[in-house]
């Protein structure tokens, strides 16, 4: 129990000898242990217990009951029993702690403080609670707090005490006998009657099976006690309610938002503890760090204060680059501890502390069958948040069932278990950081990897089947909660085993143009492509590949450089018979060769598209058709066949379930409204189409429908809103810089709309729309009087197939009736 608070005297009419040890077992002390605090020799301490010396130093009484923290009553108690007196009984106070410290203060477990009180209230509660968890995760301070909250439900006494190494039975019984101030069983349980009370035991784990014995004899004797214990483990008592303990939430991946890195538990708590070592808070640059460094720390307590006191002279930045990879070799003789404090003081201090994070893991994982050990560090491959299912995939063989491995892996708190779908699992970062090492020094690494890359692989090819049709989104977001192991696995199996991660990789093109990975994906397929380990892999798979090279190409504006990987796909495609991958890969070729100015032929390919998809009832394939001859339409200016196409997407959306496909082609719909001059009607429909993106993805196509909101808002004169979304399109392309020169048109500045039409009818790396160029060009010949204009209009329609809408023929014509006259015809 912690020094300097007030506790109940020992055992009535008990002796100087009864009081010292059990007072010293109440602290969870040694002999030696006290002797230290004390100042008095270890064998002064003995003779006192065993009664050896009857008239000791009034100094030497003072100084162990310093040592004792003995206050008040307690304190006269022992001080009596030294001279051989007894003053009379002090009862406690209803609701008064005995022998616990002040409740600590606690950031990120209010709910759970909550959640506890409320259960230790509760008259149909369970009668043992236990919080178990890895060693540093806060289950004492957690266990403070709860009990100092449900203190005044407990009319007859809330108590505590800490369990010291090697305690047997008798010590344990003596211990909780003490801090009720009473003898016996029998007479705590009449002293209660029917009030309700509550016994805190903290750390049982160091005497698991005394503890135990004691506690079920305790339970059945005194029906109004509950008791709290917090542990490695659970005490194994009939009825016992297991609640583990899990570190701090933690900021997601890549969100550096400063209210919501500074509003996240486990950074509140570094913050805090950061305070304490340097004056001032972290600055906005730090944040990124800060956010890392508490997620290398995977939200342990224990850890995030140990690395918060080596901020007294790093900075957070400097923390993450010296300590990121080294955290099991944080020491806690730098930690700030929280809940009661028996550590001695002086230089025995700095010898009883000196353990290092990977010591407490090593003691959980100590705890574990020698099966269990293995299962665990396989398990530890897995970065992310993983599935029972996966469990079992990365178990297949061992004989072992995952179900009742993962319920000891969260008795023993080495499990994390968040969120309901189905990745909730993921063991406690120290723990996998552990478990990573033990399997390297096993030298089973390769092997544990390479299964890994091939569950990885299996799950991410049953998952993206269904990256199309009615649960892309679902589809997609089960692959976002894997990201971080679908690309430990791809580079992995990249070296060790290239036929893995061919497959691996060709089944991701989808989902990383989704997520605006493109160039990184591409690179990825290059190489294996190029791996001369992978050249007798089945030739479907390569051509699959290569479709995927081209497709995320086309996202980046390298479609010149992939049309002959493309044409080769579609040959071989063609060679096999596959009907899907023809399919894949004449949509994917007609899109690279609309981007690189070959209109016709682009046709040509949709149209193929749309024949082979239509003989083979392929409804999904007939929608994306339409939707590319859509554009087709627009392109020669035919309008009213477009909308009619559109019409036939959303049709046939309808029935694949494709709303990715439904909603790009709504917002088709928004550029045929504003290219017919609906410029309202353009608004609202690209407005609802913004927002119907949500999760879908697609970033160039989100981009492209805020395109079209920008121009038509332009053209519409609604210049503020306008602006705003330029905000959203920068850097600005062409479609940006055509927005720009809409609104300096709008506004009379002639010169400066100029400038911003010329920029955009530049050619640039990425294969800017033909159609944005003749806009431009037309945009260019409304604001300047330059001549040539006139012949590069002409030069960009017709290498792009395109023809001029009847409102941009009626501009021209004005326009040189204008500036040559009435005699001047139109173009």
Not at 50 to 68: I, K, M
Not at 137 to 155: D, E, F, M, S
Not at 699 to 728: H, I, M, S, W
């Amino acid at each position: 129990m912690a020094p300097g608070h007030d506790r109940q005297s020992g055992p009535p009419h008990a002796g100087l000898p009864e009081l010292l040890r059990a007072h010293r077992l109440a602290a969870g002390a040694t002999q030696a242990e006290l002797a230290a605090r004390a100042g008095v020799g270890v064998r002064t301490v003995r003779d006192l217990e065993r009664g050896r010396s009857t008239r000791p130093q009034r100094t030497t009484v003072e100084l162990l009951a310093g040592a004792l923290g003995l206050t008040g009553s307690a304190r006269a108690t022992f001080l009596a029993a030294a001279r051989g007196t007894a003053p009379a009984t002090v009862q406690p106070e209803v609701n008064t702690p005995l022998g616990l410290p002040p409740p600590p203060e606690l950031i990120g477990r209010e709910r759970d403080v909550s959640e506890l009180a409320t259960l230790l209230n509760d008259p149909r509660g369970p009668r043992v609670v236990s919080l178990v968890g890895l060693a540093g995760v806060g289950k004492t301070a957690l266990a403070l707090a709860a009990v100092h909250a449900a203190a005044p439900a407990h009319p007859g006494g809330v108590a505590g005490v800490l369990i010291g190494a090697g305690s047997d039975a008798a010590d344990v019984h003596a211990a909780v006998m003490t801090v009720f101030g009473v003898a016996r069983d029998t007479e705590l349980a009449a002293r209660l009657g029917d009030r309700p009370a509550l016994l805190l035991v903290d750390a049982v784990e160091r005497a698991p099976d005394p503890v135990a014995g004691t506690l079920r004899r305790l339970v059945g004797a005194v029906p109004s006690l509950r008791v709290l214990v917090t542990g490695r483990h659970p005490v194994g008592l009939p009825g016992e309610w297991v609640r583990p303990v899990s570190p701090l939430e933690v900021p997601p991946p890549g969100d550096t938002n400063p209210a919501t890195v500074a509003g996240c538990p486990a950074v509140a708590l570094f913050t805090s503890r950061l305070a304490q070592v340097r004056r001032e808070p972290p600055a906005d640059a730090e944040l990124p760090a800060l956010a890392a460094l508490v997620r290398r720390l995977g939200g342990l307590p224990l850890a995030i204060e140990l690395m918060a006191a080596r901020g007294r002279l790093l900075d957070l930045t400097e923390l993450l680059d010296r300590y990121g990879d080294r955290v099991l070799d944080l020491d806690t003789s730098a930690a700030t501890h929280s809940g009661w404090d028996t550590r001695p003081r002086g230089d025995d201090a700095r010898a009883a502390v000196a353990e290092t994070l990977r010591d407490a893991v090593a003691t959980s994982y100590r705890l574990l069958a020698v099966g269990d050990r293995a299962a665990l560090r396989q398990l530890a491959a897995f970065g992310n948040r993983w599935s029972v299912e996966l469990a079992e995939e990365m178990l297949a063989g061992t004989g072992v069932d995952p179900v009742p491995l993962l319920n000891r892996f969260l008795d023993l708190g080495l499990l994390s278990v968040r969120g309901g779908g189905s990745f909730r699992f993921r063991l406690v970062d120290a723990v996998r950081d552990y478990a990573v090492e033990q399997a390297s020094g096993a030298g089973e690494s390769t092997v544990i990897r390479r299964r890994h890359a091939r569950v990885v692989t299996r799950l991410v090819e049953r998952t993206a089947s269904g990256l199309t049709g009615a649960g892309a989104g679902a589809a997609a977001h089960r692959l976002d909660e894997v990201t971080g192991d679908i690309s430990s696995a791809l580079a992995y199996a990249a070296v060790d085993d290239p036929l893995t991660a061919l497959r691996l990789a060709v089944s991701l093109p989808r989902w990383w143009r989704l997520r605006g990975r493109d160039v990184v994906g591409r690179q990825w397929l290059l190489r294996l492509l190029a791996d001369p380990r992978t050249a007798d892999a089945d030739p479907a798979l390569r051509a699959w590949a290569s479709v995927g090279v081209a497709m995320l190409a086309g996202e980046h504006g390298a479609a010149a450089a992939e049309l002959p990987t493309a044409r080769a796909a579609l040959a071989e495609f063609r060679r096999l018979g596959d009907v899907p991958g023809e399919l894949e890969a004449r949509t994917v070729l007609g899109v690279l060769l609309a981007a690189t100015g070959r209109p016709g032929q682009a046709r040509e390919q949709a149209e193929a598209v749309l024949a082979l998809a239509t003989e083979h009832g392929l409804t999904r394939q007939m929608a994306v058709a339409q939707h590319q001859l859509a554009w087709h339409e627009i392109r020669l200016g035919d309008l009213a066949t477009a909308r009619r196409r559109l019409a036939v997407v959303d049709r046939l959306g309808g029935q694949c379930a494709e709303q990715r496909l439904r909603v790009l082609a709504r917002g088709t719909v928004a550029e045929v409204f504003r290219l017919e001059g609906r410029y309202a009607d353009a608004v609202d429909e690209a407005r609802r189409v913004l927002t119907a993106f949500g999760d879908l993805g697609t970033p160039r196509g989100r981009r492209q429908v805020l395109g079209t909101l920008g121009l038509a808002l332009a053209q519409d004169g609604r210049a503020a809103e306008a602006a705003e979304v330029l905000a959203e399109l920068r850097p600005l392309d062409g479609t940006g810089a055509l927005i720009e020169g809409q609104l300096a048109l709008h506004r009379g500045d002639r010169e400066v709309a100029a400038e911003w039409f010329a920029a955009a009818a530049e050619p640039d790396e990425t294969g800017r729309d033909r159609r944005t160029v003749v806009e431009a060009l037309v945009g260019l010949a409304a604001s300047t009087s330059d001549a040539r204009v006139l012949d590069r209009l002409d030069v960009a329609c017709r290498e792009g197939g395109i023809r001029l809408l009847e409102h941009e023929e009626e501009l021209l014509y004005v326009l040189a009736v204008t500036r040559n006259g009435p005699t001047t015809q139109g173009r």
